[in-house]
């Protein structure tokens, strides 16, 4: 997988702040959610006062149209917490939007979406993927795809020394096992580290020891 380091996804952030797509990028990037847990969240679903955020639905692309449907699992459904930046963003949005809505006045359909059409509809999750395309191949930065957002998500905050069983809560993964499998690239790092640390440990101990002995 490809994931873009910290400057290139502020690069990403700024060019994406003025489009359509602007909150589903920052959400991708701060939460690690899915494109469809992004594109189905609700305003009742955020709590901007304590900075979280309900995964609750998701929203699938069928044959005859879009479908929102419970999580397909247990830990699907669940609580993250939003950093300062993704909620200043969700504010800012929710001001935007609410100004768009009453231009449009009585055509507005509001389905209470933070994601969602000038018209207040489900944005097509097609479309938002490929208007995310669109959008990285206008930038000087690795031809990443949306859901890599999720993987760069996930490889900041174990590189970060976040504990994996913390990582795999917020991506809402089944098992930890999922997560350590799937982002292993990120542990040699960490062993290092680790190894690094406890060796720091260890002498300190045996300096003190010999110290008072």
Known sequence: MTVLDENQTAVLLEAARHTRLGIVVLLAVATGLRRGEILALR???????????HVRRSLEQLRGGLNFKQPKTAKSRRTV?????????????????????LAIGPAYQDQDLICARVHGTPMDPSEVTAGFARLIAGLDLPKIRLHDLRHGHATHLLAQGIHPKVVSERLGHSTIGITLDTYSHVMPGMQEEAAQKLDSALRAAIDRRSGGA
């Open 43 to 53: 305003w009742q679903d955020v709590d901007l006062d304590r900075g979280v955020a």
């Open 81 to 101: 917490a939003l950093p300062s930046v993704a909620v200043e963003g969700l504010k800012h949005h929710r001001l935007e939007q609410k100004k768009e809505r």
